[in-house]
Nanobody, 123 residues
């Protein structure tokens, strides 16, 4: 089992930056693939970025490539640095973890989820 606690959501202006954090704990967590997903009203939950347990493999949705960066550190914290934010980025952002070693892109590939944090980007 793994527990995830998110922080860093809030309201920002378009073009601004925000960093989300996900503090994780649990058995064998260091070998969990971690991902960030988001869900806007009326839309399905979608992948934003994911990172392998060793940090050497990452995935980014086309919509955020070049703007967002996912990373993780030795403190079992996963980050999502979001730059050049757009109103279209407005959504609830979720941290997720899976024991699978591949970098999955579908929500059902992940086993554990944070509570979600709201990110709102104003124009």
């Amino acid at each position: 089992q793994v527990q995830l606690v998110e922080s860093g959501g809030g309201l920002v202006q378009a073009g601004g930056s925000l960093r989300l954090s996900c503090a994780a704990s649990g058995r064998t967590f260091s070998r969990y693939t971690m991902g960030w997903f988001r869900q806007a009203p009326g839309k399905e939950r979608e992948i934003v970025a994911a990172i392998s347990w060793y940090g050497g493999s990452t995935y980014y949705a086309d919509s955020v490539k070049g703007r967002f960066t996912i990373s993780r550190d030795n403190a079992k914290t996963v980050y999502l640095q979001m730059n050049s934010l757009k109103p279209e980025d407005t959504a609830v952002y979720y941290c997720a973890a899976t024991v699978a070693q591949r970098v999955g892109v579908l929500p059902n590939e992940y086993d554990y989820w944070g509570q979600g944090t709201q990110v709102t980007v104003s124009s």
